[in-house]
C-alpha cells in the first residue's frame, strides 16, 4: 500500500520539524574534510541528523554531495573531523556491522545476477543470519514486489531493479539509510513510486535518511531540511523551503 505523500509528510513533521523537537541525532559530522592531495573534496562539515530524519543534500555537480554520502558509511575515510554513529565514534565499529547500520542506496541498482531471492539473501547471508521465505516475501511486500522471489534480475525493469536495491539494503535492517541521487536513472512514475518507498520506510521505522539530489522539487516533497553544498563546504542548511529559495540546484 504506497503511503500519500501529504499523510507521510505529517508523520514526519511531529518527528522532524522544530528545534526542540527534533530529538537525539542518528549521525553526527564533526568538521569531517577529505582531500586527495590538493584537492578538497569535502571541507569542514558540520552536521547532525537526527533519529526519523530525512536531510536531503543538494548543491552544483562536483560541490561534495556524494563525497560527505561516502564518509558516512566508511566507503572513504575522512581525513580530518570525526563522525558519529547513536553517538560514538563510528571507527570503533566493526565496518562490515557499520554498513549492516548504515545502508546505501546507489542511483544504479547494480544487482548481481541471479533471482531476486539471491539479492535479497545476500547481505544477511554474510552475517550467518539467513532469511526466512516469510521475511523475504514480507521486504518484497514492502517494496511493492510482491510475487518477484523467483524473478531473474535480467528481466526486471528500471523501476523494479531500484525497488530490488531497496529491498537489499532493507534486509541488513539498517536504521540509517543513504541515498544517493536514487532516481535520477528513472523515468517520472517510477521516481515518484520510490519517493513514495522512500517516506513509508522512514515513516513506518523511524530511520535516519541522508539523500543526495539535484532535483529540487524532490527535496521540496521528501525533507523538512536540506543542506546545500559548494566546493566542499556547506553554505546553506536549514528548512528546505527557505535553503531552496535561496539557492539554486543546477
Not at 565514534?89 to 556491522?97: A, C, G, P, Q, W
Not at 544504479?108 to 531471492?117: C, E, I, K, Y
Not at 539479492?119 to 539467513?130: D, I, M, V, Y
Amino acid at each position: 500500500m504506497n503511503l500519500p505523500f501529504d499523510h507521510a509528510n505529517n508523520v514526519l513533521d511531529a518527528a522532524i520539524l522544530g528545534e526542540s523537537s527534533r530529538g537525539r541525532p542518528a549521525v553526527e559530522a564533526h568538521d569531517v574534510t577529505r582531500t586527495i592531495g590538493d584537492r578538497v573534496l569535502v571541507d569542514h562539515v558540520n552536521v547532525d541528523v537526527a533519529i526519523g530524519e530525512i536531510l536531503a543534500v543538494t548543491g552544483p555537480s562536483g560541490a561534495g554531495k556524494s563525497s560527505f554520502l561516502r564518509l558516512v558509511n566508511r566507503l572513504d575515510e575522512p581525513t580530518a573531523g570525526k563522525i558519529l554513529i547513536d553517538g560514538g565514534d563510528y571507527r570503533e565499529i566493526d565496518t562490515s556491522d557499520l554498513r549492516r547500520k548504515v545502508g546505501m542506496v546507489m542511483q544504479s541498482a547494480n544487482l548481481f545476477p541471479g533471482s531476486v531471492r539471491d539479492n535479497l539473501s545476500f547481505g544477511p547471508a554474510q552475517s550467518q543470519q539467513g532469511l526466512t521465505e516469510d521475511e523475504i516475501d514480507e521486504l518484497l511486500r514492502r517494496v511493492g514486489l510482491e510475487g518477484y522471489v523467483n524473478n531473474d534480475v535480467n528481466t526486471l525493469s528500471g523501476g523494479e531493479a531500484q525497488r530490488v536495491s531497496f529491498a537489499r539494503t532493507l534486509a541488513n535492517k539498517p536504521s540509517i539509510l543513504l541515498l544517493d541521487e536514487p532516481t535520477s536513472a528513472l523515468d517520472e512514475d517510477s521516481g515518484r513510486a520510490i519517493e513514495e518507498l522512500i517516506l513509508k520506510v522512514v515513516a513506518e521505522q523511524q530511520m535516519t535518511c541522508i539523500m543526495v539530489t539535484h532535483n529540487a522539487s524532490q527535496a521540496a516533497r521528501l525533507a523538512r531540511r536540506t543542506m546545500y553544498m559548494v566546493r566542499g563546504r556547506v553554505v546553506a542548511l536549514g528548512r528546505t523551503r527557505e535553503v531552496l529559495d535561496a539557492h539554486s540546484v543546477v
